[in-house]
């Protein structure tokens, strides 16, 4: 066990050493005043509108969609996420900022009625080419029986452009 | 007629029925003098609490719609502003709402201006689709009862606001 000199002494000897490292490792740790940027103006425009000019924000040039910009990149600088961004444009513009419908309540049919549409419409189709590959396969079908070769006429006259044509 | 017939026949009424109603909800609400104007409870711009067109029943009211990126707004707010303090007292209150704008904008466009009477804010455009309007600024004088007297749908100035407005609200038109 160290008696309290020996303890004394670590202290004194390392403790400047000590104090380094820690300041050090608070820089090194310390996340830059108003937080780290988690997204950026890029990203964010290519998902926004720009409401009254009614395109995409990276697309529109507007003082109005410069006005926005700005608040945008407040905000960014404010160390917001791309989702809370999109929620305090929300509060300011209303949902009609939004290039994408959000996923939930009524807009949430934008994404499901495509995606039922487009089941239902594979499911038509199956069962369309179901039914005319039976209708094929039955004799007076629509579709003519692959064994069933040119005959008469047709055959003398194949036979003879084949002949015309051996080497 | 089959049974598969009649259900491609609703599919059809149905799909044309689909398209009709995006069709008329697309178009902007038409509003005329002698309607009631189309109200409803909104934030105090810049401030805490509620209000509405409907607060100041008994009084003539000149709704303004506006936007702080609006140059026509800039020139007319400072007209408005002293309209509304030369006719307060005569029972006309000149009521801002702000639309398509942001808050921050909105409240520095006032204080520039030193625009000082009341303000809401439609967030969106949504009281601008109930007003029919097709952009800003417009202007509507709602009569003490609610209903629309007169309908502007651009700048107002002094010769405007001395030839068309204090005529109806003084009941000398």
Redesign the interface.
């Known amino acids: 066990m160290r008696s309290p000199g020996t303890f004394m002494s670590l202290c004194g000897t390392k403790a400047p050493f000590v104090a380094v490292l820690a300041a050090l490792a608070l820089v090194a740790f310390t996340p830059p005043a108003g937080g780290a940027p988690q997204t950026s103006i890029n990203d964010v425009e290519g998902e926004v509108m720009c409401?009254?000019c009614g395109t995409l924000l990276e697309l529109a040039e507007s003082?109005?969609a410069e006005?926005?910009r700005v608040?945008v990149k407040r905000l960014i600088a404010e160390g917001k996420d791309k989702t809370e961004v999109k929620h305090a444009l929300v509060?300011?513009?209303?949902?009609?900022?939004l290039a994408l419908p959000e996923g939930k309540g009524f807009d949430l049919s934008a994404y499901l009625v495509p995606a039922i549409a487009f089941v239902v419409a594979a499911v038509a189709l199956a069962f369309g080419v179901a039914r005319w590959r039976r209708a094929s396969s039955q004799p007076g079908g629509d579709g003519a029986p692959a064994d069933k070769g040119p005959s008469g006429d047709d055959a003398e006259r194949l036979e003879r452009d084949l002949a015309r044509y051996d080497l | 007629m089959s049974a598969r017939a009649f259900l491609a026949f609703l599919a059809v009424c149905a799909l044309i029925g689909l398209l009709g109603f995006g069709l008329l909800n697309k178009g902007e609400a038409k509003i005329a003098v002698g309607d009631p104007a189309p109200d409803k409870v909104l934030p105090v711009l810049g401030g805490p609490g509620r209000d509405s067109i409907a607060d100041y029943r008994g009084r003539w009211v000149l709704v303004n719609l506006w936007a702080s990126w609006c140059i026509p707004c800039r020139e007319e707010a400072p007209v408005l502003d002293r309209f509304a303090r030369r006719y307060d007292k005569r029972g006309v209150t000149v009521l801002g709402i702000n639309v398509q704008d942001n808050s921050d904008d909105a409240l520095a466009f006032l204080r520039e201006n030193d625009v000082r009477y009341p303000q809401l804010r439609s967030i969106g455009d949504e009281r601008s689709a109930a007003f029919g309007s097709t952009g800003v600024p417009e202007n509507f004088l709602v009569d003490p009862q609610g209903r629309l007297a007169l309908i502007w749908r651009g700048p107002v100035d002094g010769e405007f606001l001395r030839k068309q407005v204090v005529p109806v609200v003084e009941g000398r038109s």
């Open positions: 409401p009254i003082p109005q006005r926005e608040l509060a300011q513009y209303g949902p009609a900022v």
